[in-house]
């Protein structure tokens, strides 16, 4: 049977492909390296020694607690003195830890790995909860054994700890027990499987990464980014610790000599490029001979619509990301570009890491967000509330998208925020936009009430729901953000965006200028723009019309620049451009004349001037060659990248053509005609109603009813939703109704 560590090279190499580039680094790429070593120690991503030596104690101590469990369990179930010594579990790490790229105050991700007899239900969840509860190191004690990998969670001396339970087909667990071995999976239930996946798949990455200092530096800096940009978060939708590792390992694979700063900047121009769902994995997909279900887009019709496959190394090989969606895949898209523009620039000195890791506005980004209120009577029904809530909030991701047809795209913040004036209380927030580059029509709308009900309706179903658990979901806008999520309880002053009237200005006097009369026409388009003033809304609704660089006016709703006249004043710059370029034209041509009829009058004595040093010759030339050198390689370099991105054939989900073969089947009927019908399609819900969960109106519902009335372009409008308590039926308000009109269009993208 075979091995899982055993790892396979192909042709020397670690890897599905080639690499990219075996080059070495540059003295450049050392500096720029030393500058990422020091920007991640002065943001504090290195933990004390006190600090590690308290955790390998608390491990140590972890290990003997289950030993202890596992002899008490045997003893129980009637088992012999002589097996109840012999009986064992043992603890492993994995994750951040396992890694050796956690923190100061991370989780350490663990596993107990127990014999047959030592069930999950009652031994682990049961017995060792109960162990742990009665221990005054312990605190913050939660079992999940209802998750997609059972866990129960708790801080042991203060360390948080995950601890997951693999129920293994052994009557006695060997202390030296290999668990990389594809053997252990034998006859192990579908929950062992996945909780040992995380073991396995940490120890085979260490095991594919061609130099491992480098990945863990290269990881420090790309799990940063991730967390200040908003996109480090596996619940929310985006990407978790172990999928941000794999797209690591993989730029490392691909560029195994380079340095830690030319794997961050290659992390980007790669994953910029990269053609999704086309998936990234470190080896081939193996069968395996248990016959676990592994990632085959080919075979499973499930996996046919994941957004972006990250597949593990370990068998059996799964999509790690697949709560991936395709609005949070456009987000973190946006953001690898973004990356990619800055490690550009960062090669001409142009930015550092610091402009690379600058945190995300989020909460200037959008013009709508809805915001999710969560409550509980008391802290640990909050936590456990909390943990539920957070564990389905994606699924409303999933059903907007779906009910909407992908028009209206969601962008979740990835972590929670608290009201310190509400106790036992905390609240997400989700940004909400059209969808780029579609057209919309006047007066459109979408009506996503049913929607958020249907989502409330499934978190309700909780089954240790307790009295007091409320959530509410309702509409604000961005100036209406609550100022507790801000930094110190202060909103940041918004810059006032330019203004299109502002950029004919500017290019009317650029044109004019190459004419020689630059002020004169720059003067004259300037009076007509301020005399028919574009306007800009600003966060407090202000009308704002930016004057120059630095200064704005605030000015009362003024008529707006009308269509007609802008494509006039178009007109006029475009005349002036091309005016300009044929004048410069004419210029040059008799520049040119000149210089030859010069150089054809001069005498011999004088042409001396014109002769060019042999030497200087032979710099240009090795100058030349240089650069024709470093293009070529970039040119080679590029195509690599693209056949990298783009799949091969040994790749079971590069075969978009196969795919699309397989997927013989029929839209539904409303979807197909969803144009047609978009706005029969947006009229308003009726009032709902839910048997099993009462409605709760909250001191919101006056100022949301308020909001419908003063829409602007591209807001929403809502009521306040209901909570879950006990059964009741009453009538529930309207929660909200999009509606986004065409100037939406012509404005373009919100800030």
């Given at each position: 049977m075979g091995s899982s560590g055993v790892v396979k090279k192909t042709n020397g190499y670690l890897g599905v492909t080639e690499p990219i580039s075996f080059s070495g680094?540059?003295?450049?790429?050392?500096?720029?390296?030393?500058?990422?070593?020091?920007?991640?120690?002065?943001?504090?991503?290195?933990?004390?020694?006190?600090?590690?030596?308290?955790?390998?104690?608390?491990?140590?101590?972890?290990?003997?607690?289950?030993k202890i469990w596992v002899k008490n369990v045997s003893k129980a179930k009637g088992f012999n003195e002589q097996f109840v010594q012999e009986a064992n579990a043992k603890i492993f790490t994995f994750g951040s830890y396992r890694l050796g790229v956690h923190g100061p105050g991370a989780d350490i991700d663990t596993l107990c790995v127990g014999p047959k007899h030592a069930t999950r239900e009652e031994d682990f969840f049961a017995e060792l909860h109960n162990m742990l509860a009665e221990m005054p190191e312990v605190s913050e004690l939660h079992p999940v054994p209802d998750a997609h990998v059972p866990v129960m969670k708790f801080k042991f001396n203060g360390v948080s700890i995950d601890l997951l339970y693999a129920r293994l087909a052994l009557?006695?667990?060997?202390?030296?027990?290999?668990?990389?071995?594809?053997?252990?999976?034998?006859?192990?239930?579908?929950?062992?499987?996945?909780?040992?996946?995380?073991?396995?798949?940490?120890?085979q990455i260490l095991r594919l990464v061609p130099n491992i200092q480098s990945f863990r530096t290269t990881l420090r800096c790309m799990r940063l980014w991730a967390k200040r940009r908003g996109v480090y978060s596996n619940v929310a939708g985006f990407l978790g610790g172990i999928n941000w590792a794999l797209l690591v390992a993989r730029i490392c694979q691909l560029y195994p000599n380079a340095l830690p700063s030319m794997l961050v900047s290659r992390f980007f121009r790669v994953f910029t490029q990269w053609r999704w769902p086309n998936p990234v994995m470190l080896c081939s997909i193996e069968e395996g001979q248990l016959g676990l279900p592994v990632w085959d887009p080919r075979r499973n019709p499930r996996d046919r619509h994941h957004q972006m496959p990250i597949i593990t190394p370990a068998y059996p090989c799964m999509n790690s990301s697949y709560n991936v969606s395709s609005s949070t895949l456009r987000v973190m898209t946006e953001e690898f570009k973004r990356g990619h523009e800055i490690c550009e620039a960062m090669e001409i000195n142009k930015a550092d890491w610091k402009t690379l890791c600058e945190p995300y506005p989020f909460f200037e980004a959008y013009k709508n967000y809805l915001e999710i209120d969560i409550a509980a009577e008391n802290e640990d029904d909050l936590r456990k509330w909390k943990g539920w809530v957070e564990s389905r909030l994606r699924t409303l991701t999933l059903k907007?998208?779906?009910?909407?047809?992908?028009?209206?795209?969601?962008?979740?913040?990835?972590?929670?925020?608290?009201?310190?004036?509400?106790?036992?209380?905390?609240?997400?927030f989700m940004g909400l936009q059209r969808k780029q580059g579609v057209p919309s029509h006047e007066g459109e709308q979408f009506d996503i009430r049913a929607t958020v009900e249907e989502f409330k309706h499934n978190v309700g179903m909780y089954t240790l729901w307790k009295l007091g658990m409320e959530i509410q979901v309702h509409h604000i806008k961005r100036r209406n953000v609550p100022l507790f999520v801000?930094?110190?309880?202060?909103?940041?002053?918004?810059?006032?965006?330019?203004?299109?009237?502002?950029?004919?200005?500017?290019?009317?006097?650029?044109?004019?200028?190459?004419?020689?009369?630059?002020?004169?026409?720059?003067?004259?388009?300037?009076?007509?723009?301020?005399?028919?003033?574009?306007?800009?809304?600003?966060?407090?609704?202000?009308?704002?019309?930016?004057?120059?660089?630095?200064h704005s006016s605030h000015v009362p709703t003024v008529s707006t620049f009308s269509d007609k006249e802008a494509e006039h004043s178009m007109e006029l710059v475009n005349g002036l451009a091309e005016s300009g370029t044929r004048a410069l034209d004419v210029a040059s041509e008799s520049k040119k004349r000149k210089l030859e009829v010069d150089q054809s009058e001069c005498s011999p004595v004088d042409s001396k001037r014109f002769a060019v040093d042999p030497k200087e010759v032979d710099h240009l030339a090795v100058k030349s060659s240089e650069i024709v050198a470093n293009v070529s390689s970039k040119e080679d370099e590029a195509l690599a990248i693209k056949k990298v991105t783009s799949g091969s054939p040994d790749n079971p989900a590069s075969l978009t053509e196969e795919l699309d073969e397989l997927e013989d089947?029929?839209?539904?009927?409303?979807?197909?005609?969803?144009?047609?019908?978009?706005?029969?399609?947006?009229?308003?819900?009726?009032?709902?109603?839910?048997?099993?969960?009462?409605?709760?109106?909250?001191?919101?519902?006056?100022?949301?009813?308020?909001?419908?009335?003063?829409?602007?372009?591209?807001?929403?409008?809502?009521?306040?939703?209901?909570?879950?308590?006990?059964?009741?039926n009453v009538q529930r308000k309207p929660l909200i109704r999009i509606s986004l009109s065409s100037s939406v269009k012509a404005a373009g993208k919100t800030a």
């Open positions: 680094p540059s003295e450049v790429d050392v500096l720029k390296t030393q500058e990422l070593e020091k920007f991640l120690a002065d943001a504090g991503l290195y933990e004390s020694q006190e600090e590690a030596v308290s955790r390998e104690e608390v491990l140590g101590r972890l290990d003997q607690i289950v009557w006695v667990i060997p202390e030296d027990l290999d668990i990389s071995l594809d053997s252990i999976l034998q006859n192990a239930d579908e929950q062992t499987v996945r909780s040992l996946n995380g073991c396995r798949v940490t120890d907007i998208e779906r009910d909407t047809f992908g028009m209206l795209q969601c962008h979740p913040h990835p972590g929670d925020f608290s009201d310190k004036t509400k106790p036992f209380h905390c609240c997400y801000f930094p110190g309880g202060v909103r940041p002053f918004r810059p006032v965006v330019k203004t299109k009237g502002q950029s004919l200005a500017q290019a009317g006097k650029a044109c004019a200028t190459a004419l020689g009369n630059g002020d004169k026409v720059a003067g004259v388009v300037a009076e007509s723009v301020n005399r028919k003033p574009l306007v800009t809304d600003a966060s407090d609704g202000t009308q704002v019309l930016e004057v120059s660089e630095g089947y029929k839209l539904p009927e409303h979807t197909q005609n969803f144009e047609a019908g978009l706005n029969k399609n947006s009229v308003e819900c009726s009032t709902l109603k839910e048997p099993a969960i009462q409605a709760g109106i909250t001191h919101n519902d006056d100022k949301s009813i308020r909001g419908i009335e003063e829409l602007e372009p591209m807001e929403l409008s809502a009521s306040s939703s209901s909570a879950p308590t006990s059964a009741s």
